[in-house]
């Protein structure tokens, strides 16, 4: 079982704002997902072979082919700032590195 306090803690960690009804909410769909995976738990799979997916699959590759694409002017065209280029985006992270 999930409590609420579980859920404050991981949106803390993915520093998610979450309001009282989504942690009520999480805390309730995330219990019921974990004992969906209990229940699955429960099930026999001795005899079934491991798979990377239920449906064969068959990778379909198709040849490089060079195409006709913007120009930089043209993809910068409609860009709101540009500098030397390329997009001009605001700054979202500090430069300091990881915490």
């Known amino acids: 079982m999930i409590d609420?306090?579980?859920?404050?803690?991981?949106?803390?960690?993915?520093?998610?704002k979450l309001?009282?009804?989504?942690?009520?909410?999480?805390?309730?769909?995330?219990?019921?997902?974990l004992d969906y995976i209990?229940?699955?738990?429960?099930v026999d799979t001795s005899s079934v072979e491991p798979m990377s997916?239920?449906?064969d699959l068959t990778n379909?590759?198709?040849?490089d082919a060079v195409k006709p694409s913007l120009t930089a002017e043209e993809a910068?065209?409609?860009?709101?700032?540009?500098?030397?280029?390329?997009?001009l985006v605001p700054q979202v992270l500090d430069g300091t590195g990881p915490e």
């Open 60 to 63: 379909v590759f198709r040849e």
């Open 53 to 55: 997916h239920p449906l």
């Open 76 to 87: 910068l065209a409609n860009a709101p700032e540009k500098r030397g280029g390329f997009f």
């Open 4 to 16: 609420e306090k579980e859920v404050m803690q991981v949106a803390e960690l993915a520093r998610l």
């Open 19 to 33: 309001s009282p009804e989504e942690i009520r909410r999480f805390a309730s769909q995330l219990s019921q997902i």
């Open 38 to 42: 209990r229940q699955l738990n429960e």
